[in-house]
């Protein structure tokens, strides 16, 4: 919860904006501390990929307004199934806010339920290769299984937090946004030798998973 050298070397250069990738309760003693140092969303907006409704709903002593939060799941979208979806959640628990972790648990039950009927089996392989190519309108939007890599197509929001900590979406992708298991900051080669000493720490008991397509 220390950010204080953190904080500085932000001041120092002075950025566009700021990738927040910390997860937690480190959250709330990073923000205080841009506070702190004069640093707000107007001169210094950050956009976080690990906060949440669930998670501002802790912070209602944060100065978060006006900064950005990005996600594959927003409580306010404007989509049948994620209306359908809150209005069963809000029945059961009216006062509990969404989350995008827990929608993300609930689309790949769904899945798995899918694929598992399609193949007629339990069995975890059966159904892994049966879910290749699998999709659903999931509450965060439409979610597709790569028929390739075996990884899901995910949509992106962006939206800005407004001082009661509710989220305004300033920002949709239109479609999924594509896989991609082997990013670009490195070559396929070293994530390749990258996954076999994992595999060789963990004994060998983890086994990669297929490449994508060229």
């Known amino acids: 919860t220390d ?8 001041a120092a250069a002075r950025p566009d904006v700021v990738i927040n990738t910390i997860n937690g309760n480190s959250n709330p003693a990073f923000f205080r501390a841009l506070a702190d140092a004069g640093l707000d969303a107007r001169s210094t907006p950050v956009l976080s990929f690990a906060l949440g409704e669930s998670e501002l709903a802790t912070m209602a002593d944060v100065p978060v307004a006006g900064h950005y939060v990005a996600w594959s799941y927003l409580q306010g979208l404007p989509i049948p199934a994620n209306q359908e979806f809150l209005a069963r959640w809000r029945r059961r628990h009216p006062d509990r806010p969404m989350s995008e972790p827990m929608v993300e648990a609930y689309t790949a039950v769904r899945l798995w339920a899918q694929a598992a009927e399609a193949a007629d089996s339990f069995d975890p392989g059966t159904v892994a290769r049966a879910s ?7 509450p965060g939007g439409f979610t597709y299984i790569d028929e390739d890599n075996g990884h899901a197509w995910r949509n992106l929001s962006v939206a800005r937090i407004q001082p009661d900590r509710s989220l305004d979406l300033v920002w949709q992708e239109r479609a999924p946004v594509a896989a991609e298991p082997w990013p670009a900051s490195r070559s396929r080669e070293e994530w390749q030798t990258l996954l076999d000493d994992l595999q060789a720490g963990w004994g060998g008991a983890w086994q990669a998973p297929a490449a994508s397509s060229p």
């Open 132 to 138: 290749r190519g699998a999709s659903i309108a999931s």
């Open 3 to 10: 950010m204080a050298s953190t904080v500085a070397a932000i």
